[in-house]
């Protein structure tokens, strides 16, 4: 998931694409955070002028979808389900063993940039839990060994 | 003193008031309940007496639904709808206490209690907050969740706002900040960051309050139920124990305002739900920027002094008073009965302002007197940030779909902000107002947007002939001047369709208009516009000018001109005079007196040697600093009065000390012509309120003109003054507020002007001729500067510049656009030297595209930077207000503080001496 640099004329521009659409502030935030990987802080007051919004609102919007980040990611995003159905089928070891051996908490990307690990409520996928999702594929009935193949397709 | 009143505790309704004609009966608790149609069960429950515990719900804010305490059981439906979201409906039968709903409300705050911390007892909302208010209506006795769990007690405080702390240790996320943010104050400077447990509210972008979007209003801080938002001074004093009603003595608005005092110390001004121009809400300044009155650089003694460059003596006010009585009377035996004048203010109280002017033509004898509200210029562009509750107003119905049109040569921040966008923006050159306006008319009569029927029966048709006809010859197109004005020609039709055709159109103006060389030509071509489009006489249309300071529309109505007794009677009527003279016991002149300007240069050609300045620094506010500074110079007895050693008080020979409008009792009358209570809520820390001193110093010239109470000063106002006949402090006490006219036809007031005709007969139009003004640009001076204010501070900044507001402005700047900086090698922040016919001064650039090329733009809060030392003495040719808004300068780069201001700061310095011991000299 390499991604472009953060600039701001590239960014005011991409944000001038959505800007004529109803509820434009999603989208643009979306298409920000293909480009650059995540949404940087400088964007948010590019959007709230050309919104017509407040930082403060901006700020709000983003604040609330766990999906937008604010810091680059790794490059590969493994998401492991912690909702009730896969805890039942054994996904809290296979977190903790995830943890272990990328020596990584939630949230967390490894200091060489390839992995960052996240917990995810629910993909839909209990009939076959335990789930995970790694770079946007969904991945159902996984476990200790699917894990690690997974790790491994993602260099680590 | 106001005979103190308990702590006023406006009821909490839980839900806006609803409008609706239709009325809905319903039962609560077993009680029957009659309401319009679309008010919310909970607000239903109140009007009945019964409280439903809520947390996130308050009158002031629409229902959000989020905090689950208002649960109630409808009889027959499934669930405990919450009562603040749930519309009444007939015939339903309302629960709002039953087993089921005490064991979820009790489980609800068990869970915002398991993360609060447990300080109530040294918490400042002690007293005063809801939650521990809600814990004991729900019976609270244990946290079955343990208090171990995650929890927000250890978020940092953010102090950086001078005036209120955010605690989030203490916020139960009711989302009653960000919503008192968006709906009462407009600014949208607050949100919830995150989302379930992780919410916090979050000023801007998690930035702290004082670097964030926040305007400090305190709105926020009005509907936080806990301690979470909290006013400084509350924390530092506790909580307040009794209340007094009384009104702002800013800007214009008049927001009413409880003084929360703890005895004699004031703890905290909270706005009045029950203010009828503010309903509950304010600004920064009323609400905060009180502090002023303790500064200490306040002075509380009289003084003298023979000679400007002595230094102060501290005297008694008995000797204070015979000293300038002897001066007035040895000046007047050698120069005449009218060597000596008067100048009222705007900001004191409509009495104070009555008995100087009484004092200047019966004890004076003779009617040089005049006020302030001549120059006063407060608003930035069109005065909204002087007026910032109207705006927060304004704001919200522009969100309701109203259309604005913003003429201003500067992009004020009402073009563009967020959730107000003018439709139309037309960034005239400084000075071409009167052009635009008949352009504006021009389009509307040659497009036939007239309302003939309106201009038929309320105006004279041959009068309107006439102006139809001026407007519509070709000069006055929108295409000829655009060329004047540097306004598109589209623009200008635009706006003029917009008005004249977008149903009610209500125009709102401030000193953009007035302080011009055309200022009345261009107030007469408003009433035009309003004339011939029918926007008058009813709610929701009309002209409506915005005053500056609080109590301009008080000083011009009680007789403050020269030419004019109160209630604007012509002072060569005799009968008018024949009243007034009957009733004080002396003969007026017939002659109406000098004005400001006329005195200065009577002044400085040696027939004008006294005069007494009541609560004005004409020094700092009067246009063409260096004339004024000559006239007061040549003067032999200048008597200030006021609450610091202003500028215009460093040519004083007697100093009176004034007394805040917390120490006094009065009225002031607002933009709306509404008449309110000041009430005392101290003893003057100088001793007299101000009406007083008058008094005194009346006595001292042997002229008795005794009042025991302010209330006594209004009956003779009332006696004199035919549209104030029905005003008295008993009435004002009993209806909050008068709108006058009152009077016997009238006697509950008048709130709307000209309903079904015009005081005057037939509205007049007025045949308004555009002058470019004498004031012009060239290879010298190739710019136009212009001035203004801001929010936060006040007029010339003597009250605001003594409070924390400063963390708000710290200094003048001057506006210019990147065009006109580069050619002059300016870059931002660069020190500049701005300099016009008049003069010149030193400040800080400002670059920024706001303001247009070739015009330059600042704001004079800061005596330092003396921008009227710059601006010229050209004024109105019908009242003198003279022209701020616009002066040719050329500007350059500069390495600090110009000649004039070192030389000033050093005066400045020797002029405010006030001596240790009486008569100790150097």
Redesign the interface.
């Known amino acids: 998931m390499q991604r472009a640099p953060w600039n701001r004329d590239r960014a005011q521009a991409i944000i001038d694409e959505h800007k004529h659409l109803d509820g434009a502030a999603l989208p643009m935030l979306h298409a920000l955070q293909h480009e650059f990987g995540h949404i940087a ?1 400088e964007a ?1 007051p590019l959007i ?1 002028h050309t919104l ?9 919007i983003v ?2 979808y766990h999906d937008f980040r604010r810091e680059p990611a790794g490059r590969h995003v493994l998401k492991l389900c912690r909702a009730e159905a896969c805890q039942s089928r054994g996904g809290e070891a296979l977190a903790a063993h995830a943890k272990a051996r990328l020596k990584l908490d939630w949230h967390d990307t490894d200091a060489i940039g390839s992995v960052t690990l996240e917990p995810v409520f629910c993909l839909g996928l209990c009939a076959c839990a335990p789930a995970a999702m790694l770079d946007g594929r969904v991945i159902g009935r996984l476990d200790r060994a699917r894990l690690d193949n997974l790790l491994d397709e993602a260099g680590r | 003193m106001e005979q103190p009143m308990h702590l006023i505790k406006e009821t909490d309704y839980g839900t806006p008031a609803v409008t609706a004609e239709k009325m809905v009966t319903l039962t609560i608790d077993g009680f029957p309940v009659t309401v319009p149609e679309g008010t919310s069960i909970m607000r239903a429950a109140m009007d009945a007496g019964i409280k439903v515990p809520k947390l996130c719900a308050t009158d002031s804010l629409n229902a959000f639904g989020s905090c689950r305490l208002c649960l109630v059981e409808v009889k027959g439906r499934n669930g405990t709808p919450a009562s603040c979201t749930t519309p009444v409906a007939p015939g339903i039968e309302v629960s709002t206490q039953t087993p089921r709903l005490k064991q979820l409300r009790r489980g609800v705050m068990e869970l915002y209690i398991s993360d609060h911390p447990l300080d109530c007892l040294t918490c400042s909302a002690n007293g005063d907050c809801e939650l521990q208010d809600m814990a004991g209506a729900v019976g609270l006795r244990e946290v079955r969740y343990g208090y171990d769990g995650a929890n927000h007690l250890d978020s940092e405080k953010d102090t950086s706002n001078p005036y209120f702390t955010f605690d989030p240790a203490k916020c139960i996320v009711c989302s009653r900040c960000v919503r008192a943010c968006e709906e009462t104050q407009s ?9 379930g447990f992780a919410s916090v509210v ?6 702290n309050f004082l670097d ?2 926040c305007v400090s209003c305190g709105a926020c801080v009005q509907a936080c139920p806990t301690a979470t938002l909290m006013e400084k001074s509350v924390i530092e004093t506790g909580q307040p124990e009794h209340s007094v009603l009384t009104t702002c003595a800013y800007c214009g608005v008049g927001c009413s305002f409880k003084a929360e005092m703890r005895g004699e110390e004031l703890v905290r001004m909270v706005p009045h739900k029950d203010g009828k121009a503010n309903h509950g809400h304010s600004c920064v300044k009323g609400r905060f920027a009180w502090g002023y009155a303790t500064h200490k650089e306040r002075i509380l003694k009289p003084m003298i002094r023979g000679k400007i460059t002595d230094a102060w003596r501290e005297v008694s006010w008995d000797e204070a008073f015979a000293y300038a009585a002897s001066e007035f009377k040895r000046i007047q035996a050698k120069y005449g009965r009218g060597s000596i004048g008067g100048i009222t203010s705007s900001r004191c109280t409509n009495e104070e302002t009555f008995l100087v002017q009484k004092l200047v033509r019966a004890g004076f004898g003779n009617n040089n007197v005049d006020t302030c509200a001549r120059v006063c210029h407060s608003p930035t562009g069109f005065g909204l940030s002087s007026a910032p509750v109207f705006a927060s107003r304004m704001k919200k119905r522009l969100r309701e779909g109203a259309k604005l049109i913003v003429i201003d040569p500067r992009r004020i921040d009402l073009v ?6 003018a439709d139309y923006h037309l960034p005239l050159l400084p000075g071409t107002n009167v052009a635009i306006l008949d352009a504006l008319a021009h389009v509307i009569v040659t497009e036939g947007l007239i309302d003939e029927a309106f201009v038929r029966e309320r105006c004279d048709w041959d009068e309107f002939q006439a102006w139809a006809k001026f407007v519509s010859e070709p000069r006055n197109s929108p295409e000829a001047v655009a060329k004047i004005s540097g306004v598109p020609a589209e623009a200008i039709r635009g706006a003029a369709r917009l008005y004249a055709t977008g149903g009610n159109g209500a125009i709102y103006y401030g000193l953009g208009v007035t302080e011009h060389s055309q200022g009345t030509t261009a107030v007469m071509a408003i009433a035009n516009l309003a004339l011939a489009t029918g926007n008058l006489g009813r709610p929701g249309v009309g002209v409506n000018p915005l005053r500056g300071q609080n109590n301009v529309q008080g000083a011009c109505d009680m007789g403050s001109f020269p030419h004019e007794l109160s209630g604007y009677r012509h002072i060569s009527d005799d009968a008018t005079r024949a009243l007034f003279d009957s009733l004080w016991g002396v003969t007026l002149d017939k002659e109406p007196g000098l004005r400001i300007p006329n005195m200065l240069d009577a002044a400085v050609d040696g027939t004008f040697k006294g005069i007494y300045i009541q609560g004005e620094d004409i020094l700092q506010s009067d246009p063409d600093t260096k004339h004024v500074a000559a006239g007061l110079a040549a003067m032999e007895c200048v008597v200030v009065q006021d609450l610091f050693l202003n500028e215009t008080a460093r040519y004083a020979h007697v100093f009176l000390p004034g007394s805040t409008f917390l120490e006094k009792n009065g009225t002031f009358t607002n933009a709306e012509r509404r008449i309110q209570r000041v009430r005392k809520v101290m003893t003057p820390k100088n001793g007299l309120e101000d009406w007083q001193i008058t008094v005194k110093l009346a006595e001292a010239l042997g002229f008795d003109m005794r009042h025991e109470h302010p209330s006594q000063i209004m009956d003779e106002i009332a006696q004199l003054t035919p549209t104030f006949k029905g005003v008295s402090y008993e009435k004002l006490d009993q209806e909050g507020s008068v709108q006058w006219p009152c009077n016997e036809n009238a006697p509950a007031g008048t709130p709307v002007m000209h309903i079904g005709g015009f005081a005057r007969g037939k509205g007049k139009f007025n045949i308004t001729e555009y002058v470019a003004t004498d004031e012009r640009t060239g290879p010298r001076f190739p710019l136009l500067l212009t001035t203004g204010r801001i929010l936060s501070q006040y007029n010339v900044g003597a009250q605001t510049r003594r409070t924390a507001n400063v963390a708000w402005h710290t200094e003048d700047r001057l506006e210019i656009h990147p065009h006109d900086a580069e050619q002059r090698g300016v870059r931002d922040g660069d020190w500049v030297r701005l300099q016009s016919r008049a003069g010149d001064t030193s400040l800080r650039a400002l670059i920024t595209d706001r303001v247009a090329p070739g015009v330059v733009y600042t704001t004079f809060h800061h005596p330092d930077t003396q921008a009227n030392v710059i601006t010229t003495d050209f004024s109105d040719w019908a009242t003198n207000c003279p022209e701020y808004k616009v002066t040719a300068v050329q500007v350059m780069p500069s390495n600090g503080p110009s000649k004039w201001q070192e030389e000033y700061q050093e005066l400045s310095a020797r002029t405010r001496r006030i001596g240790d011991l009486a008569g100790a000299a150097e």
């Open positions: 802080e948010l709230a017509n919004l407040t930082r403060a609102e901006v700020h709000g604040t609330f | 600014t949208f400077a607050l949100t919830i960051d995150g989302r979050s000023a801007g972008m998690d930035e964030s979007e563009r902000m967020p959730h107000v966008e």
